[in-house]
């Protein structure tokens, strides 16, 4: 199955710095990268994801970068401000006989946004 | 749609009792997830369903868990005895496509097992 292997498992960063949480999968067949932002107490939510045909996609504040030959994928926020301050989750799918319907997680990055 | 409805939000029950934990997928989902949530293990796979059916339960931790989904819109987590180690967030999630598009997770049900 998968292996996901995500660091750091926290990070502190001045508003307005920028913030990278870096990630390493196992299985080379997996095509799909999504990140999930979980604030305290919350439910984890999507917030960007990645297919293996492109190196890079923006959204705003939010980039994710795709090293496919290396098998690892960040995650870049930038201007970071108070809000983004969460646990963040990459994750990638698992491949069995039957095709990819799992997801395997991270052990997240709790980030704090320092005013 | 309402999202994903978990209930209940917060459970409190004594080591020995049977907790069940209910699930509402969104509508149109074929795919619903039982994911566990600590500080330890992070975010672990108990079981999945499609079109009702369970998959994989591989990550069910012991015959103590047991899960069902009796129709497309509703699921139950079971854990008969409870123990002071199942103390975690349960989440529920629902996809169209899980392997390859966004899991919409529910909010949660925060067990603690004294």
């Known amino acids: 199955g998968e292996n996901v292997e995500q660091h750091p498992s926290t990070l502190s960063v001045q508003e307005g710095d920028s913030a990278v949480i870096k990630c390493t999968y196992s299985d080379s067949a997996s095509n799909y990268f999504p990140w999930y932002k979980q604030e305290l107490g919350k439910r984890p939510q999507l917030i960007i994801d990645i297919r293996s045909n492109v190196g890079e996609k923006k959204d705003q504040r939010i980039a994710v970068t795709l090293n496919k030959t290396a098998k690892h994928f960040s995650l870049h926020i930038t201007e970071t401000q108070p809000e983004d301050s969460a646990v963040y989750f990459c994750a990638a799918p698992t491949h069995s006989g039957a095709g990819s319907y799992q997801l395997t997680f991270g052990k997240g990055t709790k980030l704090s946004v320092i005013p | 749609d309402a999202g994903v409805i978990q209930s209940p939000r917060h459970e409190v029950t004594e080591m020995g009792q049977e907790v069940t934990l209910r699930c509402k997928p969104i509508?149109?989902?074929?795919?619903l997830f039982w994911y566990r949530q600590t500080m330890m293990r992070g975010l672990e796979l108990l079981i999945y369903f499609n079109n009702n059916v369970p998959i994989d339960d591989s990550g069910m931790p012991e015959d103590r868990f047991s899960a069902k989904m009796p129709n497309a819109s509703f699921s139950t987590l079971k854990i008969q005895p409870s123990e002071p180690r199942d103390s975690a967030v349960y989440f529920c999630?629902?996809?169209?496509?899980?392997?390859?598009?966004?899991?919409?997770f529910g909010e949660g049900s925060r067990l603690t097992v004294l």
């Open positions: 509508s149109g989902h074929d795919y």
């Open positions: 999630a629902s996809s169209p496509r899980p392997g390859a598009g966004e899991l919409f």
